[in-house]
């Protein structure tokens, strides 16, 4: 007997779109398994797509995806999200709270529980976040009704902020149901599947990490991943150093160099609190006082990440204005153009709060210390000092820190590049940065209509950063 397998697709207007349509594609294509396919009609409001609810963008919305599976997946049993009240109106639960925030972190920058009201979206933050909150709970409803109704062997969504993510998980574990959460990585954006994990959860990923070996062909994609990144080229993920030219840093040349990469620490806060060691929930706290414990013969450089620069919950703010007159300390923003990897060669001692650049510094032949969390925390490619405290990392630095494995950076380097999960329906197109699936992008359909260019335009002036 076939195993029954339920798949969500996200909204149809998002790039998510055909990375689950060739998702089920795949699950459609084996003989052992029964595929049933849940959309939203737009009865549920609300989503990340069209967080104002314009009927006129919903319906687009439905077109587009309709017309895919018809074209993409005929015959196919299909489902259309249903909209379950509740007498009484309950407060949203926890995973649907969690995932209005998680969704808000990424694409607005924001923290909802804390608004920086310094920012230009913050009045319509609350606003998003309550429908964010509603469509989780409503998605939230019809999966465990679809469970009941189904019976599937197990589930699948997207697990971007794009869909209620927390919410579907959710709704499995409320079922007794299996789940799969869906996403890509590596060059070529390929499948990357969590089963019965949370694909964020720093144990599943160093597990996945741990298990992966490395040969002859998987060392030359390690290398092109370090050698890419240094001439700003995308690899695994966009660069972020791409526009940084070489310059003047004005260094003090007879003075040890320890260079200080932070990272965005709203970006972390997406993933939980088991990303944060003390020192990378308060970075300028720290910061402050490894510069007090060193002795004036070193010089302390921090470079804010260039992706601080969109951080509208105001840490990054408070980083800059903390860092900015510490006597001995030189502080790079996160939009001055001075080159990371100039930097990097002119430092004696990286220290980095997960950033990947702790692993180039490796690679490259630089001590590296990591106080932050990271998949490769246990890879052997860093001087890991978790919850130390700054007079242990400056004892760490007066005696000398070693220079960790560059083999096993070159390992995770090309873990990061590898195609890890298997998909013969989905692709990616370089040129054009589209998801196909088999062979189909929807993209000019999703933009052809004139609601989906207000939504947008609303999105761009009001809530993007």
Request: with cysteine; hydrophobic share 40%.
């Amino acid at each position: 007997m076939a195993n029954s397998v339920l798949v969500f697709l996200p909204p149809a207007l998002t790039e998510s779109f055909e990375i689950v349509m060739a998702r089920a594609i795949d699950i459609n294509r084996r003989q052992d398994e029964e595929l049933v396919i849940s959309y939203c009609s737009g009865e549920i409001k609300g989503c990340v797509a069209n967080p104002f609810g314009i009927n006129a963008l919903c319906r687009e919305c439905v077109r587009v995806c309709t017309n895919a599976i018809d074209e993409l997946l005929p015959r196919v049993q299909c489902q259309s999200f249903e909209k379950l009240t509740v007498v009484g109106g309950p407060e949203p639960d926890d995973h649907s709270v969690d995932g209005a925030r998680s969704t808000i972190l990424t694409f607005y920058r924001q923290d909802p529980h804390k608004i920086n009201y310094r920012s230009r979206n913050a009045l319509l933050i609350p606003a998003v976040n309550r429908r964010f909150k509603e469509y989780g709970q409503a998605t939230y409803r019809h999966a465990c009704a679809q469970i009941q109704r189904n019976r599937p062997d197990r589930i699948e969504y997207f697990n971007g902020r794009i869909v209620p993510t927390m919410s579907l998980r959710q709704a499995a574990v409320d079922e007794g149901c299996s789940f799969c959460a869906i996403e890509v990585s590596g060059r070529d954006r390929t499948l990357f599947l969590a089963k019965n994990a949370i694909l964020h959860d720093l144990t599943f990923l160093k597990a996945r990490l741990a298990a992966y070996q490395l040969n002859e062909t998987r060392r030359k994609l390690g290398i092109s991943f370090f050698e890419g990144r240094r001439v700003g080229l995308r690899t695994n993920d966009k660069s972020y150093t791409s526009g940084q030219i070489a310059g003047d840093l004005n260094i003090d040349e007879t003075k040890a160099i320890v260079s200080v990469f932070l990272s965005s620490t709203d970006e972390f806060m997406i993933f939980g609190d088991q990303w944060f060691t003390n020192a990378s929930r308060d970075p300028a706290s720290f910061v402050k006082r490894l510069r007090q414990r060193l002795p004036n013969s070193y010089e302390v450089i921090v470079r804010m990440h260039p992706n601080q620069a969109g951080d509208r919950t105001g840490q990054a703010e408070n980083i800059y204005r903390a860092l900015t007159k510490v006597p001995g300390l030189t502080l790079i923003g996160p939009r001055d153009k001075h080159s990371s990897y100039q930097l990097l060669d002119q430092s004696d001692v990286v220290v980095t709060f997960g950033s990947t650049i702790g692993l180039e510094a490796t690679f490259w032949g630089k001590p590296s210390i990591l106080l932050g969390r990271s998949a490769w925390e246990d890879a052997g490619v860093a001087t890991v000092a978790g919850d130390a405290e700054a007079d242990e990392v400056a004892t760490k630095i007066l005696a000398g820190v070693p220079v960790a494995d560059r083999n096993e950076a070159i390992r995770v380097g090309a873990y990061m590049m590898d195609s890890l999960d298997h998909s013969s329906a989905l692709s990616y197109d370089h040129s054009s940065s589209q998801f196909l699936a088999n062979g189909r992008n929807y993209l000019s359909e999703k933009r052809r209509s004139l609601a989906y260019k207000l939504n947008r335009i609303i999105d761009k002036l009001f809530l993007r950063p």
